[in-house]
């Protein structure tokens, strides 16, 4: 992006160009593309207005293992040190920070980078993530040391304890400047080798220890025994959340907003729960030639097939690509399956309301009518409906039970925040008959959603009532202690009595708006206990679908 037609920033170009060439060279690497705009000045009321010079690169590289990955929330408070590895070569340039122009200053002197220790570094920190002897880790290069480190503490929802004893330079400058540097955190018994690594790549001068973590929720840092920062870790969080929660106040339900800056203030630890013991699918079961036959099914808009299609095949079943089309069309039948998956997603863009668009393709087309009504009542057949398919089922009637009229009929209507909502939440597997969740009840799990309408409406309370004797309801939202719960955001958008799926009255229907499809492998969990990332052999979710598949096979 650079005005290059105007006097002396070509030149300026060709120095940025030749600086690029000299460290791909150094460092090993390549640019495979990319795109310019080199027409960055204009004139308004007859003076040139240009915007600065600038170069953006998006780097990428492979990862061979995606077990072995680092985050930067802070893992094992009060058993770990934090480490600096300060690739700015202790330089601490302030040009350019978020401090400097936050005071109206550009600065003199802006953070630049020496290859060869950038080389150095990278191949250090790739050694220690092989070996396991960092837990997390963070960049020091957009508001500084003391914004990575609060942001490490945040997210760990942790304490610090920090104490630079020979700090020479101005604390100001020392904690706000943006060069680059990276901070990771290493369990003590780990210090040695930790340190081994760094000497090994020459990287002992740049590097040092930082301090402490806690698991008692303070930020404390010192300076030669001075303190420079006393305070609860929840409060700066509150702060550094203020800017977002204002923006969330404009667009959301106000309430809503309030409710959850309130809610999450003093966040805990989920307190996840099993009650089996996951294990995965059998290679007898994976290799068997007469699989039960499951039909992803998906129309315009749906987004959600692959995972589906995965998460099944991964249980052992044989997995068929179906569109509504194949079916208008006549060239597939239902007849030939054991089950259907409705997948997430935006039929129709939603554009006539969640899911009404899928529904009335069904309901308004006999023949479809018809083939659909069958698959219900075979008893050798299940479904699932997740997020958008959750929401077809409760048009179509599947879910707690046929033959409700539309004004009785439970539907899933628009957040109470009035927002899409994309979390991370907490649900409990309550005891009802749903043949996908048998051996599961009482377990608490993580599990995603992502629905704008996912809020589950009761017309008729009598329905309500019998859903709960029936035991109807398999899955509820629950909160950080474990209750469940009406409470935003824990519940994302405000079914009554936390309630987050139906199912029908045998258990062969089921109708939920989380995606376990997306949680069905461990490394697609955000955040795991740290015994379960260590001890279990597959993800909890994968269960249900082979719990779907045991049922087949015991009811042909």
Known sequence: MWAAKLPGEAAKMYKVATATREMMIQLGIAIDGGKDSLSMATKVGGQIVKSPGELTISAYAPVPNINKIITPDIKDAGKSNLWIIDLGNNKNRMGGSALAQTLKQVGNESPDIENYILKKAFNAVQEMIDKKIILSGHDRSDGGLITTLLEMAFAGNVGLEINQKNLKIDPINYYFNEELGLIVEVNTQNDKKFLNIIKKHKLLEITSKLGKTTKKQIIKIKNNRKVLLQEDM????????????????????????????????????????????????????????????????????????????????????????????????????????????????????????????????????????????????????????????????????????QKLNDKEQPKFIKNKSEKFESRWTTVKIMLSPSIMLRGMENSVLGAWVAHGEGNLSFPNNNILKRVKEKKLAPLVYIDDNGKTTEKYPFNPNGSIKGISGLCSLDGRHLAIMPHPERTFLKWQWPWMPKDWQKNLKTSPWLQMFQNAQKWCEENQ
């Open 234 to 401: 929840r409060d700066l969080r509150a702060l550094w959340e203020k800017t977002s929660f204002e923006l969330k106040k404009l667009q959301t339900n106000t309430d809503m907003a309030k409710e959850e800056k309130k809610n999450i203030y003093a966040q805990k630890e989920p307190k996840y729960h099993l009650t089996f013991s996951p294990t995965p699918t059998t290679q007898k079961i994976l290799q068997k030639e007469n699989k039960p036959k499951i039909a992803i099914l998906r129309e315009e808009g749906s987004n959600g097939d692959r995972e589906m299609a995965s998460a099944f095949y991964q249980a052992g079943f044989e997995v068929w690509d179906v569109t509504m089309k194949d079916l208008l069309q006549e060239k597939i039948s239902l007849d030939n399956f054991r089950g259907i998956a409705f997948v997430g997603g935006f039929s129709y863009a939603d554009v006539l309301g969640s899911a009404k668009g899928w529904a009335s393709t069904i309901k308004f087309n006999k023949k479809l009518k018809i083939m659909f009504d069958n698959f219900y009542k075979r008893q050798d057949t299940f479904s699932l409906g997740v997020c958008n398919g959750c929401q077809l089922m409760a048009h179509l009637g599947w879910i707690p039970w």
